[in-house]
């Protein structure tokens, strides 16, 4: 009796903790990304396009203005790795800097056609109704034209009107001269051209959501419209979102290139793929032995660039989307 009274009683064992660290989730999402071989490929190809776009001036081995009249249209040497162009200026250098305004005009067009299409296309799939109907066919109208053709007529329309407001301003003088209005009616071009699609999508996605059961039990308990669409159905649209996202980089890419190669796009003395490629063509360089070099190289870099952000789409599609779990049991 004596001894079953100093006998303590145990305390409980505290429960395992279960961690969700932030750590294990981008293991779990690198490990499936990783998987995808060609996925790691094109995440090199753009961190490599990302790191020649930020250190372009320590890159680049001359500046993209030099020029040199006495050696244009040289051949590949040890002081010009890609040759040069008609006026002299070293290919190599007008590459890098390329980059660079690709690098800019890409992301933040895609930024204002996300804004747009994401917040046309939840709208118009919580709401409802007449705005839906409203909405979608203002995407159907837009989408009835190629996006290369609604660009150009955007560029055409939009690029003398805005250089004349800007040119009334003795602030935006300097920078008209220096080419990068031009760059501004670009990613403004490309971000109305590029939402329609999104906001299908984002519509398509919402219309999913809303009507599942945590969201019908939100709406139930009083929760305001706007934060049952921020806090129950945006999050959960999120995976496919971003997949088309990194799609749609290669595509403002390639229209950028296509504009500034029309001459309604970025124009001299900023550097540009596009402008390359139409220097390069139409002064006859195309048809000599450094022809790959001056015509060839810009366009083969953008369709690198396109490849890799497919490829990163797919693996972002099999890695954020579980439905696509294959071979980890």
């Known amino acids: 009796m004596a001894v079953a009274e100093n006998v303590q009683p145990l ?10 660290s932030r750590r294990g989730q981008w293991s779990d999402f690198w490990r499936r990304y990783s998987r995808n071989r060609l996925a790691v490929v094109g995440l090199f190809i753009v961190g490599i396009w990302v790191f ?3 250190f372009a001036p320590v890159i680049a081995p ?17 002081e010009h790795w890609l040759g040069t162009d008609t006026l002299g200026r070293d290919q190599l250098s007008r590459l890098v800097w390329g980059a660079r305004t690709s690098l800019i005009v890409a992301p933040l067009a895609v930024v204002i056609s996300f804004s747009l299409g994401l917040f046309m296309g939840a709208l118009a799939g919580y709401r409802g109704g007449a705005f839906d109907g409203v909405i979608m066919r203002v995407v159907d109208i837009l989408l009835a034209f190629p996006a290369i053709l609604f660009a150009l007529l955007l ?10 407001l800007m040119g009334a301003s003795p602030l935006f003088r300097d920078v008209i001269r220096s080419g990068y209005a031009e760059m501004i ?12 699609g999104l906001a299908r999508l984002v519509r398509a996605q919402v219309l999913t959501v809303k009507n599942q059961p945590y969201v019908e039990a939100a709406t139930a308990t009083g929760t305001s419209s706007w934060r049952t669409l921020r806090s129950h159905i945006m999050p959960n649209i999120v995976a496919p979102v971003i997949v088309v996202l990194s799609m749609a980089m290669g595509g403002a890419i390639v229209t950028e290139v296509g504009l500034s190669f029309l001459g309604l ?9 596009g402008t390359m490629i139409n220097e390069g063509y139409f002064s006859g ?20 660039l396109v490849f890799a952000f497919a490829f990163i789409g797919d693996g972002l599609n099999e890695a954020l989307n579980p439905q696509l779990d294959r071979g980890l049991q």
Do not use: C, H
């Open 11 to 20: 305390a409980p064992a505290p429960a395992p903790a279960v961690s969700f």
């Open 155 to 164: 560029a055409s329309s939009l690029k003398p009107r805005f250089n004349d």
């Open 52 to 54: 020649m776009g930020v």
């Open 185 to 196: 009616t670009v990613i403004i071009v490309l971000g109305l051209v590029g939402w329609p």
């Open 265 to 273: 796009g970025v124009e001299p003395p900023v550097p540009s793929w």
């Open 285 to 304: 360089l195309w048809r000599q032995p450094n022809a790959p070099y001056t015509v060839w190289m810009p366009g083969i870099i953008v369709s690198l």
């Open 62 to 78: 001359y500046n993209y203005r030099d020029q040199n009249l006495a050696r244009a249209r040289e051949m590949p040497s040890a």
